[in-house]
């Protein structure tokens, strides 16, 4: 099988694996027990707090672990409005192409009266800035959009944003999550306040991630306790934390060559795709995106079936339409940058990663050439 699906997940690398197992057989105590047991694993922590941090781009101090980047959405989103509601401001702006977890938050919050504003994207996925300028006012609290987004790739202007929320006297929140390992974009460089990633998309484990707040903002705690200085409470997940730190420094040493190596393959799968047919529609192009990500339609194929036939060729991908009881929903990605319903629900996103080779993606063209050409031609047939 040839794994297009990077955007999804990562396999977690040997260094991650290997310093996760070291810490469940021996850094199991509690960091927060003063026995030397305890603070043996509290030094470990110190010291992972450290290396990711360096990774990220801020301070030690600046850093929160949390469950993931759902988590440190949800933590940045609801602090941030806090704040901002002490200083009598009570509005939110999002990007209408932000991950659905953060959608739904911004739908309850709704439900519960505050009002959430969507910035726009243009039809090539790219942020509407002039409607940022209409929709930052001085009576927001918090912007919050995606460093990339995880279904086109494209890149938010951020040193733009940072530039309009800060004139306007709000926070900016970054969804970093589908930066890391792509992009060479720091939080500290980035102009943003806060700033949510997760290990998991950066060959790390599964339900660890960060919040980085800058130095200075008081966040309200998510979860109420005593670790992570009172700002997330629960006892801390080391083995997890540890894979993060491992995964952060293993990637740090080859991050330059590999955002090279995925752009190399993104132009060569690309072009390849591009032409097999006419009615191969590449999504972004031309846009700062991130190298590794390449989303398509092919003619108005359903993505399920799409999907379907690439995995029958060896090939995994994913769709950026959601699935729910009532079926396939159309992607609001798509849907928000103008596409119909039935062209929302054909978007397949083939997303490389640094150990993906060539030859991956030739056998990919090559998959997609004998399973969705036949497919096409008779879609071209029946639409003339
Ligand atoms: N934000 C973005 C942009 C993502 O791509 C994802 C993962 O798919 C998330 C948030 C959620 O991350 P996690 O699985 O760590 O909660």
Redesign the pocket.
């Known amino acids: 099988m040839t794994y297009f699906d990077h955007?999804?997940t990562t396999q977690p690398c040997a260094e991650a694996i290997e310093e996760m197992q070291d810490a469940l057989v021996k850094l199991w105590a509690n960091p927060s027990s003063t026995h030397a047991a305890g603070q043996a694993a509290r030094s470990a922590l110190a010291d992972a707090r450290t290396r990711v941090a360096r990774f990220l781009g801020c301070q030690g101090a600046e850093l929160v672990f949390t469950s993931?980047?759902?988590?440190a959405?949800h933590m940045a989103i609801l602090g941030g409005l806090a704040l901002g509601r002490v200083r009598g401001r009570q509005r939110v702006v999002l990007s209408a192409v932000e991950?659905p977890?953060?959608l739904a938050l911004a739908a309850r919050l709704r439900a519960e009266g505050v009002v959430v504003d969507m910035i726009p994207v243009h039809r090539d996925g790219s942020l509407d800035l002039q409607a940022a300028d209409r929709l930052i006012g001085d009576d927001v609290a918090l912007v919050s959009v995606?460093g990339a987004n995880?279904e086109t790739g494209v890149c938010m202007p951020l040193d733009e944003l940072a530039l309009r929320a800060h004139a306007a006297g709000a926070l900016l929140h970054v969804?970093a999550?589908?930066l890391i390992g792509k992009s060479l974009r720091r939080f500290d460089t980035s102009g943003a306040d806060l700033w949510?990633t997760?290990a998991?998309?950066l060959h790390g484990p599964?339900g660890v991630?960060a919040l980085v707040v800058r130095k200075g903002l008081a966040l309200p705690a998510l979860l109420s306790g005593r670790q992570e200085r009172q700002r997330r409470g629960g006892t801390e997940n080391l083995p997890g934390i540890l894979g993060f730190a491992a995964a952060a420094e293993r990637a740090s040493l080859t991050l330059a060559a590999d955002i090279a190596h995925m752009q190399g393959l993104q132009e060569r799968l690309e072009r390849g795709l591009l032409a097999l047919s006419p009615q191969v529609h590449l999504y972004g192009e031309g846009r700062a995106r991130l190298p590794n990500t390449t989303l398509l339609r092919f003619g108005t194929l359903d993505a399920d079936l799409v999907l379907t036939r690439l995995e029958r060729g060896g090939v995994l991908a994913s769709s950026g339409a959601a699935c729910s009881a009532g079926g396939t929903q159309p992607s609001h990605v798509l849907l928000a940058m103008g596409e119909s319903p039935e062209q929302a629900k054909a978007g397949i996103r083939l997303s490389t990663g640094r150990d993906t080779t060539v030859d991956d993606v030739d056998r990919c063209v090559a998959v997609v050439t004998a399973q969705l050409l036949p497919l096409l031609a008779e879609e071209a047939v029946a639409t003339p």
């Not at 993931?68 to 988590?71: K, L, V």
């Open positions: 955007n999804a993931g980047a759902t988590e959405n991950h977890g953060l995606m995880n969804d999550t589908q949510s997760s998991h998309k599964k991630g």
